[in-house]
């Protein structure tokens, strides 16, 4: 479904309830509101709305552009006037307004101007006006904090978001000169959702971008608003957007997860109501190296479509006390602003295993997840995989910690077969002509990750003689190589054993 969205006109739209808000406050007789805001067009826009209820005059005023009138004849160059001199303006007008004062903080450290806003503001000798101070970091002196009403701006809701995003796209149709943009409609929607959390010009500035990019919305901006969104939160280095997404059907085997996954995608994704339905919240891998655990992770966030985030547990721990603790929480914070996602810890043993030299961190940094993982409220799906149980505290492996714990064992012939062939069709070699059954069946003990080096070493070698790929190329890698599971093998047996009963058998 799609359609093309004429060129229309229509001006951005505040958030609903906002210029209702400040109209009831303004009505109540507010002398003094504060606003900490980087969104100064919004609120002045929101004003806009608010004197329609109030029928109140409205000014701006800013140290470059003086003092305007802004309810009407809004082209009309302000009046040139400091910062004291606007004040005693507002003190001497008879019919009561409001007054914006943008970036008006930094001129209250003025002994003589912080009193004459007092008294304004105290109403003394002069009309019911109400003062508005707009900007960054308001951080008011104390004798005029006991005056003010703080007010925040609320952050735009989805059905907000999707309007901007259509208002975004007539702005760049009547850019081009009504050239149509072409919208696909459920991508829109996707995309508003995800611009969720974000304030309206920073959720404008990406759908700007995606839109200004190829002149249309489709289902790719829809992962591309994601990453825009995560690049717009800041740096971190402690957890990473990946792009390099997998499907379910990237895998061979792990039906049992596939199944798990593709029954849970429309509630995960709010797209069902849940009703009795406990929402997914997370499962922990365990198993074999090599039998794609990692992939699997990747695939659920494609499974569910939605965008995949890896914490990196190296990267945590930093040798300065309570940094550690604080990077997690940045980094929960931020897959929380990015709801729905997936979460991926990979390897998770190896960021909780401590050690004599570590001070108690890794405590405390389980502490602190498990928490999160009990607490938290937005759909953020937890995927954690391990290859060692030894390591796993197991505060971690107790009931109701995760969904479900699966484990990835070694792959059976016919899961074999199907690595081989998934790996040969990804290579654009055409499975047909190989006795990939027999393969597998020789293939014993052999990991997804060991078949599909296989296939990398046999290329090499059909490709130093100058032939085609066959059969005694892959057979000749297969018998060169020991697989790990035959290398450790009492290692892997212990750790079947452990899973035996414990787990859920992901194929
Ligand atoms: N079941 C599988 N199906 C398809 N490919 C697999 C499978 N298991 C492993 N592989 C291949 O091996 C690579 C490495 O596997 P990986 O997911 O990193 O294993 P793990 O995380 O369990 O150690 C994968 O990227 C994939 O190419
Ligand atoms: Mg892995």
New binding site residues.
Partial sequence: MSFDLPAGMSAPTPAVHAHEDLAALIRAGAPLIAIDTDEEPEVIQTFRHVIAQTLRPLFSWSVTQGLKRLDFADDVPGRTCGPSEVLQVIRDSTQRGIYLLLDFAPYLRYVATLRHLREIAQRQGCAEHTVVLIGTKLDLPAELERLATPFRMQLPSEAELSKMVREEASAFSREQGGKRVQVHLPSLNAIARCLRGLSLSDARRIARRLIVHDGALTANDVAVAAKLKFELLGDSSVLHFEIDDAKLD?????NALKRWVAQRRAVFRGETPSGQLDPPRGVLLL??????????AKAIAGGFGVPLLRLEMASLYNKFHGETERNLREALDRADQMTPCVLWI?EIEKGLAGGSADDGVSRRVLGFLLTWMAERKHPVFLVA?A?AIEQLPPELLRKGRFDEIFF?DL?DAD?RK??LE??LKRREIEPEGFALARLAELAEGF???E??QAIVSALYAAHAEQVPLSNTHLLAELRRTRPLSVVMAEKVEALREWARGRTVLAD
Wanted: aromatic share 0%.
């Fill in positions: 990237d895998i061979a085997g792990l198993g074999v190296q090599g039998c794609g655990k990692s992939l699997a990979d995989t290859n990835v792959p899961v199907e690595v998934l790996h990991s997804g990750a078949l599909e």
